[in-house]
């Protein structure tokens, strides 16, 4: 039981580039999220999905795109990468979109742009 | 934005002191939680509130549900070179969804 899986460990970007975060749980769970880390700022959402198929917003989703593509996988794209896009990222999940059931985080991607 | 505001931000404690952090927000809240990070890793649910008042303790950690709602406290007795680490509050704001915020952390070094 592998937990929450996310790929790759680290990665380096140039200015413009692109590039897909992969995230995926075995733990049979509803809801997804991606969350950015910077020093001093906490996590902050970047997107979400509820359940399969839904895909929603959160506080900072500017310059991202994601993908539910099944139940056990959610990806997050970058299409054209910033230097402000320099963080670590973090894909959760959880059994339901309510506070009730902890999230469960994987161990992050460390990204940086160029 | 609806914001947490976590108190120390770090702290550098020499090992078998206890440790006090806190956490507030300018709203209610109804669940607070509190996670910890190890360095490399994601966040590990620590402690989950759900009442007011309400004082939960794990091992040597003890963290208590604010009265007003507002804010809610964390503290670790006989800290150990283990609890080297980020702690983060979350909680669900009420016009959210459910969906967690989190604090901006408070990153706690032992010295042995």
């Known amino acids: 039981n592998a937990g929450v899986t996310q790929t790759p460990k680290f990665q380096v970007l140039k200015t413009g580039q692109s590039m897909t975060l992969q995230c995926a749980q075995d733990?049979?769970?509803?809801?997804m999220y991606w969350y950015r880390q910077d020093p001093g700022m906490g996590l902050r959402l970047i997107y979400y999905?509820?359940?399969?198929?839904?895909?929603d917003k959160g506080e900072v989703p500017n310059g991202y795109n994601v993908s539910r593509l099944n139940k056990r996988e959610f990806s997050l794209r970058l299409e054209s990468a910033a230097p402000s896009q320099t963080s670590v990222y973090f894909c959760?999940?959880?059994?339901?979109?309510?506070?009730?059931?902890?999230?469960?985080f994987g161990n992050g991607t460390r990204l940086t742009v160029t | 934005g609806q914001q947490l505001n976590q108190s120390p931000q770090s702290m550098f404690i020499q090992e078998g002191e206890d440790v006090s952090m806190n956490c507030t927000s300018s709203?209610?809240?109804?669940?607070w939680l509190w996670y910890k990070q190890d360095p490399g890793e994601g966040p590990v649910l620590l402690i989950a509130?759900?009442?007011?008042?309400e004082l939960t303790s794990n091992g040597r950690l003890t963290a208590q549900f604010g009265i007003t709602r507002k804010d809610s406290f964390l503290n670790i007795s006989a800290s150990i070179p283990s609890d080297v680490g980020i702690y983060f509050c979350?909680?669900?704001?009420?016009?959210?969804?459910?969906?967690?915020?989190f604090g901006q952390g408070t990153e706690l070094s032992v010295k042995p």
């Open positions: 999905s509820a359940s399969e198929g839904t895909t």
């Open positions: 979350a909680g669900p704001p009420s016009n959210q969804g459910g969906k967690l915020i």
């Open positions: 509130l759900y009442k007011a008042g």
């Open positions: 733990m049979n769970h509803n809801s």
């Open positions: 959760a999940s959880n059994s339901g979109a309510g506070y009730n059931s902890p999230l469960h």
């Open positions: 709203s209610i809240f109804n669940t």
